[in-house]
């Protein structure tokens, strides 16, 4: 008789456990991730640019912050340098481009911004599919950089606590499903004589 009631409270016990974590994952979700898929340097006309494509998942917290009418910034950082085997790399170009993604809650629009340039989208879908390609971003004059020389780069995307509201940058300090930021992807190029004088 003991056994048995100590069977039924174990396994009242491991309901209650279970159905605790199910709660917590069905509050929390999964965690958002990104990841930097494609880096391609692109010289011509005197100018570094660069197509830079990422995954990007967001996570509930997130979905539900640009639902009600949050704005989030995404920023995009790149430091180039160049290798010097007896000291420290020296660094040439250390750029950032911050976009935002938002939803006006009236006019039950989605834009998605960089600088003052604001393109309106159909969904949320459209906005991060947006987010995720990088065309023709402008890096640097040609004449930073010597001919033939290889130069070594690495690129990530990361959600940007800093810009948040005020009260969501407190509350980012404290929960991780604010987190949001791609490893660092290397790249290395160099630039040819033939190739500067496009």
């Given at each position: 008789m003991a056994q048995s009631a100590s069977n039924a409270m174990f396994y009242r016990f491991a309901r209650i456990v279970l159905g605790l974590f199910l709660c917590f994952i069905c509050r929390v979700g999964w965690p958002a991730e990104a990841k930097v898929t494609l880096i391609e340097p692109l010289?011509?006309?005197?100018?570094l640019n660069m197509d830079v494509d990422f995954a990007l998942d967001l996570n509930p917290v997130m979905i539900d912050a640009l639902d009600r009418g949050v704005p989030l910034y995404f920023t995009v950082d790149l430091?180039?340098?160049?290798?010097?085997w007896w000291w420290l790399d020296r660094t040439l170009v250390e750029v950032s481009l911050s976009?935002?993604?938002?939803?006006?809650?009236?006019?039950r629009q989605w834009r998605l911004?960089?600088?003052d340039i604001s393109i309106p989208v159909a969904s949320l879908d459209e906005g991060l599919a947006m987010l995720k390609r990088l065309r023709d971003w402008p890096i640097a004059p040609l004449d930073r950089f010597d001919r033939n020389t290889r130069y070594e780069g690495k690129v990530r995307i990361r959600l940007d606590n800093s810009q948040l509201?005020?009260?969501?940058?407190?509350?980012?300090?404290?929960?991780?499903?604010?987190?949001?930021?791609?490893?660092?992807?290397?790249?290395?190029?160099?630039?040819?004589?033939?190739?500067?004088?496009k």
């Amino acid at each position: 008789m003991a056994q048995s009631a100590s069977n039924a409270m174990f396994y009242r016990f491991a309901r209650i456990v279970l159905g605790l974590f199910l709660c917590f994952i069905c509050r929390v979700g999964w965690p958002a991730e990104a990841k930097v898929t494609l880096i391609e340097p692109l010289i011509g006309q005197g100018q570094l640019n660069m197509d830079v494509d990422f995954a990007l998942d967001l996570n509930p917290v997130m979905i539900d912050a640009l639902d009600r009418g949050v704005p989030l910034y995404f920023t995009v950082d790149l430091v180039i340098s160049l290798p010097r085997w007896w000291w420290l790399d020296r660094t040439l170009v250390e750029v950032s481009l911050s976009r935002r993604l938002t939803y006006n809650t009236l006019t039950r629009q989605w834009r998605l911004a960089s600088g003052d340039i604001s393109i309106p989208v159909a969904s949320l879908d459209e906005g991060l599919a947006m987010l995720k390609r990088l065309r023709d971003w402008p890096i640097a004059p040609l004449d930073r950089f010597d001919r033939n020389t290889r130069y070594e780069g690495k690129v990530r995307i990361r959600l940007d606590n800093s810009q948040l509201a005020r009260p969501l940058q407190i509350d980012a300090m404290n929960r991780g499903a604010w987190s949001l930021s791609s490893p660092w992807a290397p790249f290395d190029f160099s630039i040819q004589a033939s190739e500067a004088n496009k």
